[in-house]
T-cell receptor, first 112, second 111 residues
Framework: DGGITQSPKYLFRKEGQNVTLSCEQNLNHDAMYWYRQDPGQGLRLIYYSQIVNDFQKGDIAEGYSVSREKKESFPLTVTSAQKNPTAFYLC???????????FGEGSRLTVL | QKEVEQNSGPLSVPEGAIASLNCTYSDRGSQSFFWYRQYSGKSPELIMFIYSNGDKEDGRFTAQLNKASQYVSLLIRDSQPSDSATYLCAVRAGGYQKVTFGIGTKLQVIP
């Protein structure tokens, strides 16, 4: 089946630890995105990538890092520098010509 | 000023009525406009997209775009309880792939 796979679905982390969220897509999309959603809030853009080996900061990139070594993969690292990391993280891939985004099921990160 | 603005709601409508959801955006260079539906605890799913001024219909859904007023709307006809969800408006700037979302409007369809 074509789609976007995020893992893990739930993750608990102690303060001061880095954690990496995985995002893999087999839709052959060029663009990939990471968003963060807090309770009662919309989606805020963390990073996005239009092509392999290139990515841009979104609106809330501080405390996060990404890589895009393969077209299919766009992992997000939440570093210890991120002050409020507890949130629902959504990965998406998009069609370059139309801009439609397709989302994974999300990863819910809780910092203890 | 937020790039994409929506009223957070909740918007309550009776079953069978028309639900009207609105969105304004600040970047006049925006070229692509999207409506996503998000059920509680789930990820967003695309309902419709629109690029040109005017109306675009798909089943019970109609998207309306007015670039001069920087305004996008979504109409849901014959609203059903299963339509109860948060509706997110999203905008893509021309020439770039950045897609910005509004806060979302929570819709409640009352049986």
């Amino acid at each position: 089946d074509g789609g976007i796979t995020q893992s893990p679905k739930y993750l608990f982390r102690k303060e001061g630890q880095n954690v990496t969220l995985s995002c893999e897509q087999n839709l052959n999309h060029d663009a990939m995105y990471w968003y963060r959603q807090d309770p009662g809030q919309g989606l805020r853009l963390i990073y996005y990538s239009q092509i392999v080996n290139d990515f841009q900061k979104g609106d809330i990139a501080e405390g996060y890092s990404v890589s895009r070594e393969k077209k299919e993969s766009f992992p997000l690292t939440v570093t210890s520098a991120q002050k409020n990391p507890t949130a629902f993280y959504l990965c998406a891939s998009g069609r370059a010509n139309t801009g439609e985004l397709f989302f994974g099921e999300g990863s819910r990160l809780t910092v203890l | 000023q937020k790039e994409v603005e929506q009223n957070s709601g909740p918007l309550s409508v009776p079953e069978g009525a028309i639900a009207s959801l609105n969105c304004t955006y600040s970047d006049r260079g925006s070229q692509s406009f999207f409506w996503y539906r998000q059920y509680s605890g789930k990820s967003p799913e695309l309902i419709m997209f629109i690029y040109s001024n005017g109306d675009k219909e798909d089943g019970r859904f109609t998207a309306q775009l007015n670039k001069a007023s920087q305004y996008v709307s979504l109409l849901i006809r014959d609203s059903q309880p299963s339509d109860s969800a948060t509706y997110l408006c999203a905008v893509r700037a021309g020439g770039y792939q950045k897609v910005t979302f509004g806060i979302g409007t929570k819709l409640q369809v009352i049986p």
